[in-house]
């Protein structure tokens, strides 16, 4: 395959001089289904990124940002805008295997589709292999990915949120132990044709996000954005590598971490777990508002974990960016992250101005003047529309953080002491409550749940459960997965996490929230950590250990004795009817439901009938 064009553009490696055999023959058998114009095998360099980026200016896919350096606009088709869950699969030979929250698909079928799909779909444009590692390079902890795309925003954007280039290729060596992950936007070029800025396949019925778990392979068609395109974010650092990790022994999860210092410099580590919409970014770069306390930033999303041989559950953030979504991040609601957006950006549907300057809703700015929205009209504050879609995203270095945390890349990754759950729920889960044991935790996490926002599909207000935030996710059976859960535990019994719920939502008979979050979610962090430490109490209520009267620290804030009582308050009517509604959940996993996650419902609900 003739790669002339490219050695003008920017230096390339031939692939043919790859000492990796299998890597040659997939790249070889690749480009004869695809039919590329052109192949590149990135290097991972800040030249290629400039080279790339450059090109994406003069093609009109990107416009500079004026006042961020080295950063970049752009807008997707309105088509492309978020994950397409209801055309993403996992193609198991057992459809079992896949489980009831999965779109199942035969992977024979599968296969035969994508590849009618996948013929001849980069004509006239660029192959680009991209090798990258989730974790740091040479990290035991680490897994490597071989992404192909016909993208050159998905270059730029891998270059971000993994750590990208030939050293990945070094470290791989011979082996062919890689996640295989085949991209497309699904638009080839005829002679002549001439590109548009976003290409993609608009009709939403053609996209294919597609996982092959015991083959870990990843094919996706159609989409350029987010998730569906940058296939070491949820395709690979959620879907496969929790089956991956089902099978050697490991957890992939859908967490935040955060490192959590004292007064007297004693550090811990927290992994948590959260819906969407229920504040996750803004806990991972939380400003502590008590004194002496510190928070760092070890990721944002995804968390990594393995015990060591000491019985320690260590964690990586397998990510190197973060993948922000834009509307509502302010320097109010979290101003690690708008400093961690000063520059090396890519911004996609955001607003953006004839000065060059970005904004969203929620930005804590006034909008610039002569403003077009994600859609490329000129925005009209008074027409009711948004500038910046709702899942408009940034894309930025995590090194870049003000709060990333010392250790955010040691091979070894960090020692995890307290791992949280939590929802949005206006009634019934108090602030925080601390798991009886492994198993409650487990069960804890299986029962996850949020009230849908407007901004869902669904009922306002309706329960969607959400097992460890895993529920878009989890690459294979849930039931399983969190069998899986149960017996790490068992393995591991000697030095386990505590496992803690909080629920920064609940809210007082006129509508509003009670307790103020943001900052002041640090006066939950310190009650865990010294539960931890084994410094606080807790009082046992028929759901878990909560805070005692005067055990949670309020100092300076507006809130009265009776407020944190109804903050903490077990009303045992409304668990029973929330333990019912936890059994028909289950049902949907049949056998493959732990009988420990049935016994510790029974136990619930004896406890609450006392």
């Not at 080279?51 to 003069?58: D, G, P, T």
């Not at 030939?166 to 060596?173: I, N, P, Q, R, S």
């Not at 529309?385 to 990333?404: D, E, G, L, M």
């Not at 809130?559 to 009817?577: F, G, H, R, T």
Request: aromatic share 10%; charged share 20%; proline share 6%.
């Amino acid at each position: 395959m003739p790669n002339s064009t490219l050695k003008e553009r920017h230096s390339t490696i031939d692939h043919n001089s790859l000492q990796n055999t299998h890597l040659r023959e997939i790249i070889d058998s690749f480009a004869k289904l695809t039919k590329p114009k052109n192949i590149h095998i990135c290097d991972g360099s800040q030249k290629e990124y400039n080279q790339l980026a450059q090109e994406m200016v003069a093609s009109g896919t990107f416009r500079p940002v004026s006042d961020r350096p080295n950063s970049y606009y752009c807008q997707s088709d309105p088509s492309d805008v978020a994950r397409a869950e209801d055309r993403t699969f996992i193609c198991t030979t057992n459809q079992d295997d896949a489980g009831p929250t999965n779109n199942w698909a035969d992977p024979n079928k599968m296969m035969a589709e994508l590849k009618g799909k996948f013929d001849g779909c980069m004509t006239g444009r660029t192959l680009y292999i991209i090798p990258f590692s989730m974790g740091p390079v040479g990290s035991p902890l680490s897994e490597i990915g071989i992404q192909f795309s016909d993208s050159p925003y998905v270059v730029c954007s891998m270059k971000i949120m993994t750590r990208m280039g030939t050293d990945v290729l070094d470290v791989l060596g011979t082996s062919n132990n890689f996640v295989k992950c085949y991209h497309s936007v699904g638009a080839p070029l005829a002679d002549g044709e001439k590109d548009v800025p976003w290409p993609c396949e608009p009709n939403v019925d053609n996209k294919y996000i597609t996982h092959f778990p015991e083959t870990n392979e990843i094919w996706s068609y159609g989409s350029g954005y987010g998730g569906n395109a940058l296939l070491g974010k949820k395709c690979f650092a959620l879907r496969i590598a929790s089956a991956i990790a089902k099978r050697d022994g490991w957890l992939a999860e859908h967490m935040l971490i955060l490192g959590i210092t004292n007064p007297q410099g004693v550090k811990k580590y927290i992994a948590a777990a959260f819906p969407s919409a229920c504040g996750k970014t803004n806990l991972a770069m939380l400003t502590p508002t008590i004194p002496g306390w510190k928070v760092e930033t070890v990721g944002d999303d995804i968390a990594w974990m393995r015990f060591n041989d000491k019985g320690e559950l260590r964690a990586i953030n397998p990510e190197a960016g973060f993948f922000g979504v834009a509307p509502g991040t302010s320097y109010n609601s979290n101003p690690n992250a708008m400093n961690s957006i000063k520059e090396n950006v890519i911004f996609t549907n955001v607003g953006y101005s004839d000065e060059g300057k970005i904004w969203w809703e929620g930005m804590g700015e006034e909008a610039p003047k002569n403003m077009i929205d994600w859609q490329n009209n000129t925005y009209d504050p008074n027409s009711g529309k948004v500038a910046a879609h709702a899942n408009s995203r940034f894309a930025t270095p995590a090194s870049q953080c003000p709060s990333i945390d010392e250790n955010w890349e040691s091979p070894d990754g960090v020692h995890i002491s307290a791992i949280l759950f939590g929802g949005r729920r206006g009634d019934i889960v108090p602030l925080v409550h601390e798991a009886l044991s492994w198993n409650h935790g487990v069960f804890m996490g299986s029962a996850v749940s949020s009230e849908k926002t407007a901004a869902a599909l669904g009922k306002l207000g309706e329960v969607r459960r959400d097992p460890f935030a895993m529920l878009p996710f989890c690459g294979y059976n849930m039931g399983d997965y969190f069998k899986h859960w149960i017996e790490l535990g068992k393995k591991h019994n000697t030095n386990l996490p505590k496992v803690f719920y909080v629920n920064w939502f609940r809210r007082d008979e006129n509508g509003k929230f009670m307790w103020p979050g943001f900052g002041d979610n640090s006066r939950v962090l310190e009650w865990v950590f010294n539960r931890v430490d084994g410094s606080a109490k807790g009082e046992a209520t028929p759901i878990g250990l909560v805070p005692p009267k005067g055990e949670l620290n309020t100092a300076g804030l507006d809130i009265s004795d009776e407020q944190m009582e109804k903050l903490l308050d077990v009303d045992k009517a409304l668990w029973l009817q929330e333990a019912d509604a936890i059994e028909e959940y289950y049902k949907q996993f049949g056998a493959h439901l732990p009988s420990e996650l049935n016994q510790e419902l029974q136990l619930l609900r004896d406890r609450l009938r006392k």
